[in-house]
């Protein structure tokens, strides 16, 4: 089964490619801001394909928001494993309670 780490390892492999061979660098080449804008345009069309309740595209617009969301970690050079384990160290607490703890 494909991976959320096999995506992050084609991207990292792809993100070193010419910019002519790969779409990943050409994403990055423009920077991360570029790559963050990019990643709210793909979200935003998910959120329409859900509320639309079209599953075909939401599948669809998941992935690629998905793609995008690892192409702006690579570009701002954090690692998958690093946001997964913020996940885990969340997952003691409800989510009422870690929300509560980021306001204060």
Known sequence: ???LDDLAE???RRSAASADQSYTRSLIDKGAAYCA???GE?????????AAEDEWAVRAEAA???YHLLVVLQ???VALAEVMSE???RTGQSGHEEK?????
Do not use: P
């Open 1 to 3: 089964m494909f991976t």
């Open 75 to 77: 570009a701002r050079g």
């Open 64 to 66: 690629d928001a998905l």
């Open 10 to 12: 084609t991207i990292s």
């Open 37 to 39: 804008r990019k990643f």
């Open 100 to 104: 509560a703890a980021r306001k204060g």
């Open 42 to 50: 793909e979200a935003v069309e998910f959120v329409i394909a859900a």
């Open 87 to 89: 996940l885990e160290s």
